[in-house]
Antibody, heavy 127, light 108 residues
């Protein structure tokens, strides 16, 4: 079954850019049935959706489209690298408030739910 | 943005008891766009219910979901030891996907 694994720096300095990658295995990232998403969860807090990317691999009109949480939209970029079967998150101008467990997940479009998740990566923003 | 309010914040129950968790939306949601997740300590969330009432793959039938409009419910018919966890509802209908703040089901 599908597996997702986050990687990246666990410690980022204030004002710098957080960069994370989610490697997808046992499945292709160019799937018309999937969004690839990032979510985060501050310690002892609830979940926050960061954004999704859709990449079908086909030349349809919305392949490559991104959907971002408006509260973060000015600071985030989500992209796909099909040659490596991974997708990435960049969050710039970070502050301590961005410290959280970050998860990547697959959103199953027909089902309407995040059905596969990575184990999460803890990112701390500190000088 | 749709705000999801879960209640109660904490539910203290014993194994074998029934758990009823509520998720109330600030505006009406299509049934298709409401899901429930379980999160055990130190683990990623796990999809339990999608489309308000459909169990995800491998989810035991003691878990059930119901509701419509602005009021949704997750029911665990008989609690097993592994069910003591935090449960979140999520909606996808608006441009911002939001989660409820969670209900913790703890051992009484």
């Amino acid at each position: 079954q599908l597996q997702l694994q986050e990687s990246g720096s666990g410690l980022v300095k204030p004002s710098e850019t957080l960069s994370l990658t989610c490697t997808v295995s046992r499945g292709a990232i160019d799937s018309s049935n999937s969004y690839w998403g990032w979510l985060r969860q501050p310690p002892e807090r609830g979940l926050e959706w960061i954004g999704n990317i859709y990449y079908s691999g086909l030349t349809n009109y919305n392949s490559g489209d991104t959907y971002y949480n408006p509260s973060l939209k000015s600071r985030i970029t989500i992209s796909v690298d099909t040659s490596k079967n991974h997708f990435s998150l960049k969050l710039n101008s970070v502050t301590a408030a961005d410290s959280a467990m970050f998860y990547c997940a697959r959103f199953n479009i027909p089902m309407a739910g995040f059905d596969y998740w990575g184990q999460g990566i803890l990112v701390t923003v500190s000088s | 943005e749709i705000v999801l309010t879960q209640s109660p914040g904490t539910l203290s129950l014993s194994p074998g008891e029934r758990a009823t968790l509520s998720c109330r939306a600030s505006q009406s949601i299509s049934n298709r766009y409401l899901a429930w997740y379980q999160q055990r300590p130190g683990q990623a969330p796990r999809l339990l219910i999608y489309g308000t009432s459909n169990r995800a793959t491998g989810i035991p039938d003691r878990f059930s979901g119901s509701g419509s409009g602005t009021d949704f419910t997750l029911t665990i018919s008989r609690l097993e030891p592994e069910d003591f966890a935090v449960y979140f509802c999520q909606e996808f209908g608006a441009s911002v996907w939001t989660f409820g703040q969670g209900t913790k089901v703890e051992l009484k």
